[in-house]
């Protein structure tokens, strides 16, 4: 996915109120959404961390409802949020790229969600 082999994230896991300060304070919109992405690999501070990909920041209020309307367990959805946010942090694109870019975004959070349920990796005791 054109990560080093050693990468590190920053994960938070937050609730709307915080996440809907964040998105209003850093990206203009006034709402809380379900998972946020701050690349640390792009802009004028792009390569002082080789290995700092970025911060991903998930609100858990979103997610718990997303889940219950989804029909998916909680932490599954939190998982999937994550893979969401970690192929922002690695140049996927859904927003902005176009039609083609969003799908190719989609195929790649299947592909990654299927490997993590095939592993047994979407159990939040770890058995």
């Not at 082999?5 to 937050?14: A, G, K, M």
């Not at 709402?31 to 802009?43: D, P, Q, Y």
């Not at 799908?103 to 005791?125: A, D, H, S, V, Y």
Request: hydrophobic share 35%; glycine share 12%; net charge negative.
């Amino acid at each position: 996915m054109g990560c080093p082999e050693e990468t590190e994230l920053s994960l938070s896991v937050v609730g709307d109120r915080t996440i809907r300060a964040i998105n209003r304070d850093y990206l203009g919109r006034d709402h809380a959404t379900n998972v946020i992405s701050f690349s640390l690999r792009e802009g004028d501070w792009g390569g002082v961390s080789p290995h700092a990909l970025g911060d991903v920041i998930i609100s858990a209020d979103t997610a718990a409802r997303e889940a219950e309307v989804g029909g998916m367990e909680p932490f599954e959805r939190l998982c999937f949020l994550l893979v969401h946010g970690i192929l922002h942090l690695c140049g996927y694109d859904h927003e902005r790229s176009g039609p083609a870019e969003a799908q190719k975004m989609e195929q790649k959070e299947r592909e990654l969600f299927r490997i993590l349920k095939k592993e047994g990796l979407l159990n939040p005791t770890g058995s």
